[in-house]
């Protein structure tokens, strides 16, 4: 009987430890998450049931000289997201057949993205008004409140198309300025971005109303070049011509300028491109190779077609200079335009005793008049051009 009693005792005793032990270990764990893990899951948490949505700022408009032509613009369009979890079993395929229908998509691919186990999925960027209308009045008629979100956005339109492509610039799939006035004036352009944080249960459906909250977003920055549009094109036009007739295989530039102030009135390359297609082919040749291309060389043909080579390439001016020579000359009364052999060209002068070769130096231009001689481009007569005491000796 005495031995029963104290078997029964130790097994008592053997139980309280137990249950004292695990007590203690379980302690110890609320008193880790509470202590040591609790900042992390709590963020862990928030980020979880607060599903931010962002609110894209409007990008600003680029004006022409004149204020009044807009260049680049940007248009009101919407994007389309989903809470998949959030979307009733029985209305998947419904939801994902009516996308596919509005948007041109794969409905076994939109399927898929509906009938995820996540808390957002993108189904369309940036489309017209009139579309995402469609789908508001389907989703009405069929009482689908929850689970699809449409949401403003801008997309980045370029009216003219190819004009002043090279100055202007684009923009990527995110409407960051990618190249040219885009990119160099990004931070002014783009505005800050607003956003919708809302309080979700886990599945990502809306809790009520309460801590909703909105942050409007802010507009970017309009600018106004120095860029004029009549002269840009008319400077287009003319370059196009000249490389056409021409055969500049390599291409060209122009660029205008306002002698008193060093305003940039007009500055174009050809060939250009269209900056609502940046990353399509921009000519004929191109076009007919561009599918048998790798990634690569596509890449290197894309940063060739956007070079701005009017201001990106060094050019050495050359016989250009040869007009400011001549009209110093008759500015200041030493030469005069028209009279008939006052200029010989030998095929090469001797300055400091290096002697410079005219470009025809095989077969001299001999005796010229001014106007011959620059109709000619011959070195010898415009480096011999000086004030009537100072020799050059010309051979
Ligand atoms: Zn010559």
């Known amino acids: 009987m005495l031995e029963v009693a104290l078997k029964r005792n130790r097994r008592i005793k053997k139980s309280l430890f137990i249950v004292f032990a695990l007590f203690v270990l379980l302690t110890a764990r609320i008193g880790f998450i509470q202590f040591v893990q609790g900042e992390e899951l709590q963020t862990k948490a928030y980020v979880q049931q607060t599903m931010d949505r962002n609110i894209n ?49 794969d409905y076994e691919t ?35 409140t929850n689970g699809v979100n449409i949401d403003e956005d801008t997309k980045r339109y370029y009216p003219y198309n190819s004009l002043a492509s090279h100055v202007i610039g684009f923009c990527g799939t995110d409407n960051q300025g990618l ?55 008319i400077v287009e036009k003319y ?14 530039s122009i660029l205008v300028m306002n002698p008193k102030t060093g305003d940039i009135i007009a500055m174009a390359n050809y060939p250009d491109y269209n900056l609502n297609e940046p990353f399509e082919p921009n000519t004929d040749e191109l076009k ?14 894309r940063q060739k077609t956007w070079r701005n080579k009017a201001i990106a390439d060094s050019y050495e001016p050359g016989s250009v200079f040869k007009l400011l020579t001549a009209s110093a ?16 060209c030998g ?13 025809r130096y095989y077969r001299p231009h001999g005796m010229q008049s001014l106007r011959q001689a620059l109709m000619n481009s011959c070195n010898p007569v415009f480096i011999g051009l000086r004030p009537k005491d100072r020799k050059t000796k010309v051979l």
Do not use: H
Request: glycine share 10%.
């Open 329 to 344: 000359a008759i500015e200041e009364g030493i030469a005069t335009t028209d009279k008939e052999g006052a200029y010989n």
């Open 179 to 233: 190249d040219g006035i885009e990119l160099t004036y990004d931070s002014d352009l783009k505005g800050e971005k607003g956003k919708i944080a809302k309080i979700a249960d886990g599945k990502g459906g809306g809790l009520l109303d309460e801590g909703e909250e909105y942050t409007p977003a802010i507009q970017g920055k309009d600018l106004v070049l120095s860029i004029n549009m009549s002269a840009q094109a």
């Open 57 to 105: 700022p409007k990008r600003g408009t680029i004006f022409d000289a004149t204020g009044k032509v807009v260049l680049a613009m940007s248009a009101t369009v919407e994007t389309v997201t989903i809470n998949p979890t959030n979307i009733a079993k029985e209305n998947k395929e419904k939801v994902a057949r009516e996308f596919a229908n509005i948007f041109n998509l």
């Open 239 to 252: 370059l196009k011509e000249a490389c056409i007739d021409n055969k500049c295989t390599d291409g060209g």
């Open 110 to 144: 939109t399927l898929k993205k509906v009938e995820k186990r996540s808390s957002i999925e993108t189904i369309v960027k940036r489309v017209d008004k009139d579309k995402t209308n469609q789908l508001r009045e389907w989703l009405e008629k069929n009482e689908i």
């Open 288 to 301: 007919q190779v561009w599918e048998t291309l790798s990634t690569g060389e596509k890449n290197t043909a």
């Open 347 to 359: 095929g090469g002068i001797e300055v400091g005793g290096v002697r410079i070769r005219c470009w």
